[in-house]
């Protein structure tokens, strides 16, 4: 799916695991539960998305936008954040292991986060003790 407008989608359940979304607005989409496994979400925009509960397992979202996003529960283990803007997405208890912050090693991670983001442990994003990878 490439170039698509699709705002307020009710993606509940649905299994998207290896689907191409190549610049796909999805804002206000609710993708809860929705299986995201390995897909592919370059480009794509997720503002005030609610993907609670969301299996983003090996997912890449380069280039992905995702302000006031509500990511909670959702599993984002070996996930590709490179370029995401995460500015007020909210983290809490979601599972950021082995997540992938860039596709280059050399590079620093151009992810966008700012103190309204909620890091997995449910504290803000650049106070002390917060456990975003990022």
Known sequence: LRLAYLPNANLTNANLSNAMLIGVDL???N???ANLTNAN???????NANL???NLSGANLRLAYLPNAN???ANLSKAILYDAILT???LSHANLTGVILTLIPQLPSGIKANSSTICPNGINYGTSGNDCPF
């Open 88 to 90: 007020g997405a909210n």
């Open 27 to 29: 804002n206000s989409a």
């Open 31 to 33: 993708l809860t539960n």
């Open 52 to 54: 609670t509960n969301a």
């Open 71 to 73: 990511l909670t529960n």
């Open 41 to 47: 979400l370059i480009g794509v925009g997720l503002p």
